[in-house]
C-alpha cells in the first residue's frame, strides 16, 4: 500500500485527517500535501450537496406532494403518462414526484399503481386510497 492509500485510509476510517509527517522528507510531505488537499476537496463537495439537498429538495418535494394529492383527488384513477405531462408542466421531475409519493407513504397516505387490466392495452395508472 503506498503512502497516500495509507493516509486516505486513516481518513476513511477515523474521519480525522492524517497527521503531518514528523520528520521532513520531501516525499512524505508532498503525498500528506496532496491527500489533504484531496481530503479538502471532498469535504466541500459533501458540504455543498448536504446544503442543496436541505434547502431545495424539500421545497420541490412538498410542492410535488401537494400536486398529487391534488391531481389524485377525487378517488380519480390518473394514467402515468398524464401524472407525467402534468408533472413536466409544473416544472417538477419525475424523480421528485416519486420521492414524493414515498413521503406521502411515510405518512400514511397510499397510492396504488396498477394497470387497467379491462383493456388488452390497458393504461398503467395511480390512484390515491
Avoid at 55 to 72: C, E, I
Avoid at 76 to 104: C, F, M, Q, Y
Wanted: aromatic share 8%; no cysteine; net charge negative.
Amino acid at each position: 500500500m503506498t503512502a497516500y492509500n495509507t493516509m486516505y485510509e486513516t481518513w476513511l476510517t477515523t474521519g480525522k485527517m492524517p497527521p503531518m509527517p514528523t520528520e521532513y522528507s520531501p516525499g512524505a510531505m508532498d503525498t500528506w500535501m496532496e491527500v489533504t488537499a484531496d481530503i479538502a476537496t471532498i469535504e466541500a463537495f459533501k458540504e455543498l450537496m448536504q446544503a442543496a439537498s436541505e434547502n431545495k429538495s424539500p421545497s420541490a418535494r412538498n410542492s410535488a406532494k401537494q400536486f398529487l394529492l391534488d391531481l389524485l383527488a377525487n378517488d380519480r384513477e390518473v394514467p402515468v403518462n398524464e401524472i407525467k405531462e402534468a408533472a413536466e408542466g409544473h416544472g417538477l421531475s419525475w424523480r421528485t414526484i416519486n420521492r414524493a409519493k414515498e413521503d406521502l407513504a411515510k405518512d400514511d397516505v397510499t397510492i396504488i399503481v396498477d394497470k387497467d387490466r379491462a383493456k388488452p392495452d390497458g393504461k398503467w395508472f395511480w390512484k390515491l386510497v
